[in-house]
């Protein structure tokens, strides 16, 4: 019997979705018990959340629990397999660490709780949206590890769209609120790849 590579990248995927969840557990409930001061959710805030969770979560699980859309299937491949483990490892990693560094200021939307302070420290220091790392990181490894073109890029998609209507009105308002301490923290950092962009 020859080894099943497609189904081996489906389970990994299962499995890092839900690596990903129990990373997130705790730091959910801890920030919900801080209240939100002020909020920038706009229309298409919600709009994109949605996109974006239909790109990483949404279209690769009908795929992968159901079959569909098959005409989409291509060969899986043991190296990209691995390789898309190793990039998914590497998201969690990150994911661990944005958290760890940014407590009770975090919100999985467009908010500053009470009392917001910056947080510069930590994996912050290296670049500003560290978190959208491990999101890109994890887009990235769909294509690697589901062997359906639309399973595979559908996070790419969903989460570019997220990423680009809303890092520069998450910017805007962090600048509002911590005016000449996040101008300066803008101008030492890049956005999501240290030194590069
Ligand atoms: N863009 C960041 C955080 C994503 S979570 C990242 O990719 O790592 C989104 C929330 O985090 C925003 O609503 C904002 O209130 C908060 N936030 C973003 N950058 C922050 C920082 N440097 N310090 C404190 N809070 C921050």
């Not at 979705?17 to 557990?25: P, S």
Request: with cysteine; aromatic share 14%; net charge positive.
């Amino acid at each position: 019997m020859q080894f099943d590579w497609e189904l081996t990248g489906k389970i990994v995927w299962c499995l890092c979705l839900v690596a990903w969840a129990l990373i997130r557990w705790v730091p959910n409930r801890r920030s919900r018990k801080v209240k939100i001061a002020a909020t920038s959710r706009t229309l298409s805030e919600r709009f994109s959340m949605t996109v974006s969770w239909l790109g990483l979560g949404g279209v690769p699980a009908v795929w992968v629990f159901t079959g569909f859309p098959a005409a989409f299937d291509h060969a899986a491949n043991p190296i990209l397999v691995v390789l898309g483990l190793i990039i998914f490892a590497i998201s969690l990693r990150l994911f661990r660490l944005t958290h760890k560094a940014l407590g009770a200021m975090w919100s999985h939307s467009l908010d500053l709780r009470e009392n917001h302070k910056l947080v510069t420290s930590g994996i912050y220091e290296k670049v500003r949206h560290p978190m959208y790392s491990a999101f890109w990181l994890w887009a990235l490894a769909q294509p690697f590890l589901l062997a359906n073109w639309i399973a595979g890029f559908s996070g790419i998609v969903g989460f570019g769209i997220l990423y680009f209507l809303r890092v520069g009105q998450e910017e805007a308002m962090m600048e509002q609120r911590f005016g000449e301490d996040y101008r300066v923290y803008r101008t030492r950092t890049k956005r999501v790849v240290p030194g590069i962009y």
